[in-house]
């Protein structure tokens, strides 16, 4: 099997895994489960950002949030301390789960490493496709999350929560943020967000 048929075969298995997701979301009309429309979201995103992605990359961007629903927030206690045991415990299991399907597609050992290494988001800042994961991640929330999230929440959470994304991000990554479209609050809470 060659590097590309590999690739879509690995992609084919991630979105069958994802599309048990019980939850779903409608975009454009149509219901999508969640995690395979978030990891659809991904690629799309990733191959705008970074065309030349390696293909450890591209496998990493695809199965982020694989299987997400099994572990839910609300099995940890509802405090920040909850939050980061749930997001370690989660990186876990994504790392776990994303080995053994490329394992299974025929992915060597090295391959697998690096990208359940990734998936772990091991030296951000310092590994060029660790940033450039988070960029993607990043860009993916302000760019279909992030309305529907400022009508959740207060202005100060919304900064806060803005402000730490925009620390995690390149320089790289800020300019393709700055490039998206938000709507006039989203804009503004942005533009608020990073002048502070």
Same mark, same amino acid.
């Given at each position: &099997?060659g590097t590309? !048929?590999k690739?879509?075969?690995?992609f084919? +298995?991630? $979105? !069958?895994?994802?599309?048990? $997701?019980?939850?779903?979301?409608?975009f454009?009309?149509r219901?999508?489960?969640?995690e395979?429309?978030?990891?659809?979201?991904?690629?799309?995103?990733?191959?705008?950002?970074?065309?030349?992605?390696?293909?450890?990359?591209?496998?990493?961007?695809r *199965?982020q949030?694989? *299987?997400?629903?099994?572990?839910?927030?609300?099995?940890y206690? &509802?405090?920040?301390?909850?939050?980061?045991?749930w +997001?370690?415990?989660?990186?876990?299991?994504?790392?776990?789960?994303? %080995?053994?399907?490329? =394992? !299974?597609?025929?992915?060597? $050992?090295g391959?697998?490493?690096r990208?359940?290494?990734?998936?772990?988001? =091991?030296?951000l800042?310092k590994?060029?496709?660790?940033?450039?994961? !988070?960029?993607?991640?990043c860009?993916?929330?302000?760019?279909?999350?992030?309305?529907?999230f400022?009508?959740?929440?207060?202005?100060?959470?919304?900064?806060?929560?803005?402000?730490k994304?925009?620390?995690?991000m390149?320089?790289k990554g800020?300019k393709a943020?700055?490039?998206?479209?938000?709507?006039?609050? %989203?804009?503004e809470l942005?533009?608020?967000a990073?002048?502070?």
């Amino acid at each position: &099997m060659g590097t590309s !048929e590999k690739l879509m075969e690995a992609f084919k +298995r991630f $979105d !069958e895994a994802n599309a048990e $997701d019980p939850n779903k979301e409608v975009f454009e009309g149509r219901e999508y489960p969640k995690e395979l429309l978030y990891a659809q979201r991904m690629t799309h995103i990733l191959n705008a950002f970074e065309p030349e992605a390696s293909e450890a990359l591209q496998l990493t961007v695809r *199965c982020q949030h694989i *299987c997400r629903w099994e572990i839910p927030r609300e099995s940890y206690e &509802m405090n920040r301390v909850g939050y980061l045991k749930w +997001r370690q415990e989660l990186k876990k299991f994504h790392a776990q789960k994303a %080995g053994a399907i490329l =394992k !299974e597609v025929g992915y060597d $050992d090295g391959t697998v490493e690096r990208v359940q290494f990734l998936l772990l988001k =091991k030296q951000l800042k310092k590994d060029e496709d660790t940033q450039t994961l !988070e960029d993607v991640i990043c860009l993916v929330f302000l760019m279909y999350y992030y309305d529907p999230f400022i009508h959740k929440h207060n202005d100060d959470k919304v900064i806060s929560i803005t402000q730490k994304t925009w620390k995690k991000m390149s320089p790289k990554g800020h300019k393709a943020a700055l490039g998206l479209s938000f709507s006039n609050r %989203g804009l503004e809470l942005v533009t608020k967000a990073i002048s502070e």
